[in-house]
């Protein structure tokens, strides 16, 4: 089972080129300083959410960034994987299977009432992956998005 640790302030070097690297690879636009802006809270122990690392602490092989809400719909708090990151030599080995099968159980049990995640709609793979994982899409439902 891949080892998933809550991530801290001091490891904001080992967590910042592994979202470059997931930002390069999915071509979001963004500088290190924004980056590192958006990163820290998360690592000081925001209450907005929270950043694991997967495998080895001192070299990770992964993350995942989990945000949190509230929805009356669901009964309580909620979250969003924001972002989910495998180092492409590791990859298709069942380490995101791991980490979306150990996280739900984390969450659950600290009251999280449903958990969300975004997926392109023309990425089968992931899509087959997150559906055994038991995320189903939202029929008659789609996310929008307003920049501010």
């Given amino acids: 089972m891949t080892r998933l640790t809550l991530a801290k302030l001091e490891d904001l070097d080992r967590v910042l080129p592994l979202v470059t690297a997931f930002h390069?690879?999915?071509?979001?636009?963004?500088?290190?300083?924004?980056?590192?802006d958006a990163l820290t809270p998360l690592l000081e122990?925001?209450?907005?959410?929270?950043?694991?690392?997967?495998g080895p602490t001192r070299a990770p092989?992964?993350?995942?960034?989990?945000?949190?809400?509230?929805?009356?719909?669901?009964?309580?708090m909620?979250?969003?994987v924001d972002e989910i990151y495998?180092?492409?030599?590791?990859?298709g080995r069942g380490i995101g299977t791991e980490i979306?099968?150990?996280?739900?159980?984390?969450?659950?049990?600290?009251?999280m009432k449903a958990i969300h995640l975004e997926?392109?709609?023309t990425n089968t793979k992931a899509r087959s992956v997150?559906?055994?994982?038991?995320?189903?899409?939202?029929?008659?439902y789609m996310l929008m998005t307003r920049k501010l």
């Avoid at 071509?27 to 980056?35: F, I, K, L, P």
């Avoid at 979306?100 to 009251?111: D, Q, Y």
Wanted: charged content about 25%.
């Fill in 61 to 76: 092989i992964g993350y995942v960034i989990i945000t949190f809400g509230w929805s009356v719909e669901f009964g309580g």
């Fill in 130 to 140: 997150y559906e055994k994982m038991h995320f189903a899409p939202r029929e008659n």
């Fill in 119 to 121: 997926v392109d709609k």
């Fill in 78 to 80: 909620d979250g969003f």
């Fill in 86 to 91: 495998i180092r492409p030599g590791v990859r």
């Fill in 45 to 54: 122990g925001s209450p907005h959410g929270c950043i694991y690392l997967a």
């Fill in 100 to 111: 979306l099968t150990a996280l739900p159980k984390t969450l659950s049990a600290a009251g």
């Fill in 24 to 36: 390069d690879e999915e071509g979001v636009q963004q500088d290190e300083a924004t980056r590192r």
